[in-house]
């Protein structure tokens, strides 16, 4: 079975810029979660999507947004670039449910100029 | 205070021995508890999860659970070279799927 895939892998952007990066899935799992990693702050998170909802959100300001598709492709986009946006964003997904763990995908290394 | 709190280390042990990672938490409602090790420039790997109160064991690793002391911990027997990495300990509620990470403990196994 696939893994969860995230594209694009690097990106490079200058500050004001909008970025929107992209998770598929492993097959079957219906939830889709965001999570930012910075040496400092360690993973942060950032929403989880199942179903097309939003279910939980964590404490990003709106610049950071997300959406779920049908076929439980996750998208997520940050306006307004600043520097410190500049991380790992991770995807995960999971079964969805009581117990279930996420498994991640290689992540978008975003680094804003 | 935060959610889940972890020793940043570095841990270092030398290989063939155990090396003890542990992990606390704030939410007395988590129900799921997780393992991840993440090597340097990779993401995140699940080695382990335990739901129950005990001990489970998967291989060289066991996780141990004690809800009343909100404390989980990850054990390491035989420790190679090769689990040299950086180890995420995570916590979830029953409602939803919201996961809470600590901050990693850094672990190097000594030839």
């Known amino acids: 079975k696939a893994g969860v895939t995230q594209t694009p892998r690097y990106l490079i952007k200058t500050r004001g810029q909008q970025v929107t990066l992209s998770c598929s899935p492993i097959?079957?799992?219906?939830?889709v979660s965001w999570y930012q990693q910075t040496p400092g702050q360690g993973l942060q998170f950032l929403f989880e999507?199942?179903?097309?909802?939003?279910?939980n959100k964590g404490n990003f300001p709106g610049r950071f947004s997300g959406r779920q598709f049908s076929n439980s492709r996750s998208e997520m986009n940050v306006s307004t670039l600043e520097l410190g946006d500049s991380a790992l964003y991770l995807c995960?997904?999971?079964?969805?449910?009581?117990?279930?763990?996420?498994?991640f995908g290689p992540g978008t290394r975003l680094t804003v100029l | 205070q935060k959610e889940v709190e972890q020793n940043s280390g570095p841990l270092s042990v030398p290989e063939g021995a155990i090396a003890s990672l542990n992990c606390t938490y704030s939410?007395?409602?988590?129900?799921?508890f997780f393992w991840y090790r993440q090597y340097s420039g990779k993401s995140p790997e699940l080695i382990m999860f335990?739901?129950?109160?005990g001990d489970k064991e998967d291989g060289r690793f066991t996780a141990q659970l004690n809800k009343a002391s909100q404390y989980v911990s990850l054990l390491i027997r035989d420790s190679q070279p090769s689990d040299s990495a950086t180890y995420l300990c995570?916590?979830?509620?029953?409602?939803?799927?919201?996961?809470?990470f600590g901050t990693g403990t850094s672990l190097t196994v000594i030839p």
């Open positions: 995960a997904s999971s079964l969805a449910g009581v117990y279930n763990e996420q498994f």
């Open positions: 097959s079957g799992h219906r939830s």
């Open positions: 335990i739901y129950s109160n």
């Open positions: 939410d007395r409602g988590s129900q799921s």
């Open positions: 995570a916590v979830s509620r029953y409602t939803g799927n919201q996961f809470y």
């Open positions: 999507y199942f179903s097309e909802t939003q279910r």
